[in-house]
């Protein structure tokens, strides 16, 4: 929310720099991504093969379905493209930090963890693509 709400007013009081910066910014922002992707594989790179055994495919099929049921929606009630996308992608990167938070403070319990890990590992990839493909598909 914050880098948004930067963007957004710097765009209120200097919208030719704002609209200079977009391409940087959405390049800078993809590099940001793949490091954060490859920092998270480096530090689970023992536990990641086992952990997406165990709820690699129910992980993902939320994951893609919560981004379809975010999408389709904005767009059954009229949303344009651009902002049913980042409804979509919204709606697929959940707060996995809260969940694993949840588990391991509250319930004491790593094991209930494991799901929310996954998933957190997964959304950064289904996010990307939606990402990379909305971008690349407004180019057209």
């Known amino acids: 929310i914050i880098p948004v709400a930067?963007?957004?007013?710097?765009?209120?009081?200097?919208e030719s720099f704002a609209l200079k910066m977009a391409k940087p910014?959405?390049?800078?922002?993809a590099l940001v991504l793949a490091l954060v992707i490859i920092?998270?594989?480096?530090?689970?790179?023992?536990?990641?093969?086992?952990?997406?055994?165990?709820?690699?495919?129910?992980?993902?099929?939320?994951?893609?379905?919560?981004?379809?049921?975010?999408y389709?929606?904005?767009?059954?009630?009229?949303?344009?493209?651009?902002?049913?996308?980042?409804i979509g992608i919204e709606s697929g990167i959940q707060n996995?930090?809260?969940?694993i938070t949840v588990a391991i403070a509250i319930l004491h319990n790593t094991s209930f963890a494991i799901a929310p890990a996954v998933y957190s590992l997964l959304m950064f990839f289904t996010g990307g693509i939606a990402i990379f493909l909305?971008?690349?598909?407004?180019?057209?």
Request: hydrophobic letters at 45%; zero cysteines.
């Open 134 to 140: 909305s971008i690349r598909n407004s180019k057209k």
């Open 72 to 86: 389709y929606s904005a767009k059954l009630f009229r949303v344009h493209q651009k902002g049913a996308i980042s």
């Open 39 to 70: 920092g998270i594989l480096i530090k689970e790179k023992d536990n990641f093969i086992s952990y997406l055994q165990e709820a690699g495919l129910v992980a993902l099929l939320l994951n893609v379905l919560t981004m379809a049921i975010g």
């Open 25 to 29: 910014v959405k390049i800078a922002s």
């Open 96 to 99: 996995g930090t809260l969940a």
């Open 6 to 14: 930067i963007g957004m007013i710097i765009r209120k009081y200097n």
